[in-house]
């Protein structure tokens, strides 16, 4: 299931079929819906056992008919973006959680080609997305960066050892309730989730500057760039800054 906010701030969260509202199932105590009931318009398709290329519901398309189509429209209205140059036109780069609620190119007003948009799960300083980072400052002349996690990040709701058991027991889509994720697949499963770091959070402030230290310390990471460390609040849509991780990445 797709995670939302938590107004009750204790139990893992649902949501109606409206869209219009996000609750705890266990707070709220609704009763007489299903599961299924409780999971948002756009994926409660995909999770019909037996449905491999799910139609989105009232469109009669496929996901991948809708982006193509979409694609369609945006190539027809192109214009002058194919004038954009290769490196970003307001010179920085957003490392961000890639949760589908995040717009970076809203909450931080972003229009095509200005600036380096870096995502990952939880948004972490992995060695990957540092690969990234020093490219886009090596190559294409970055000069700041930003560390953008957000609350209520499905990377707090799991540690390392469940999704090594989750994915050892079967490959398929866990489920998510008050309890956690548990795993209802018939396997097999796989034992190299453990060879993996799944960079889980445990406090995102504390995460934050974590990553931006990370960062700052980097070999291959000038000190005269740079990093803000933020919180994106997904109830207010508001950019929160983390003192420590503003610290931790001062330029010098």
């Given at each position: 299931?797709?995670?939302?906010?938590?107004?009750c701030?204790q139990h893992?969260p649902?949501?109606?079929?409206?869209?219009?509202?996000g609750?705890?199932?266990v707070?709220a105590?609704?009763?007489?819906?299903?599961?299924?009931?409780?999971?948002?318009?756009?994926?409660?398709?995909?999770?019909?056992?037996?449905n491999k290329?799910p139609?989105?519901?009232?469109?009669?398309?496929s996901v991948?008919?809708e982006?193509?189509?979409?694609?369609?429209?945006?190539?027809?209205?192109?214009g002058e973006k194919?004038q954009?140059?290769?490196?970003p036109a307001r010179?920085?780069?957003?490392?961000t959680?890639?949760?589908?609620?995040?717009?970076?190119?809203?909450?931080?007003?972003?229009?095509?080609?200005?600036?380096?948009?870096?995502r990952?799960a939880?948004?972490?300083?992995?060695?990957?997305?540092?690969?990234?980072?020093?490219?886009s400052?090596k190559?294409?002349?970055?000069?700041?960066?930003f560390?953008?996690?957000?609350?209520?990040?499905?990377?707090e709701?799991f540690?390392?050892?469940?999704?090594?058991?989750?994915l050892?027991?079967?490959l398929?889509?866990?489920?998510?309730?008050?309890?956690?994720?548990?795993?209802?697949?018939t396997?097999?499963?796989?034992?190299?989730?453990?060879y993996?770091?799944?960079?889980t959070?445990?406090?995102?402030?504390?995460?934050?500057?974590e990553?931006?230290?990370r960062?700052?310390?980097?070999p291959?990471?000038?000190?005269?760039i740079?990093?803000?460390g933020?919180?994106?609040?997904?109830?207010?849509?508001?950019?929160?800054?983390?003192p420590a991780?503003?610290?931790?990445?001062?330029?010098?």
């Open positions: 299931m797709p995670i939302f906010a938590l107004p701030g893992l649902q949501r109606c079929l409206t869209g219009t509202h609750f705890c199932k707070c105590g609704v009763s007489g819906l299903s599961d299924l009931d409780l999971i948002s318009p756009s994926l409660r398709v995909t999770h019909q056992r037996g290329s139609k989105l519901k009232g469109l009669g398309m991948l008919e982006v193509l189509s979409a694609n369609e429209t945006y190539a027809a209205g192109f194919s954009l140059s290769l490196p010179g920085f780069a957003i490392l959680c890639m949760d589908a609620r995040l717009d970076p190119a809203k909450y931080a007003g972003l229009a095509e080609g200005d600036a380096h948009v870096i990952n939880g948004g972490r300083a992995s060695d990957d997305a540092i690969r990234s980072l020093v490219i400052y190559l294409l002349g970055t000069k700041e960066w560390v953008i996690h957000h609350s209520n990040c499905g990377m709701f540690t390392d050892e469940v999704m090594r058991g989750l050892s027991k079967s398929e889509t866990a489920e998510l309730s008050a309890e956690g994720f548990t795993d209802i697949g396997g097999p499963g796989s034992p190299e989730g453990k993996i770091d799944w960079l959070i445990s406090d995102n402030a504390t995460s934050v500057a990553d931006v230290q960062i700052r310390n980097h291959l990471v000038p000190r005269g740079p990093i803000y933020y919180i994106y609040d997904v109830s207010t849509g508001r950019l929160v800054e983390i991780a503003t610290k931790a990445g001062k330029a010098s």
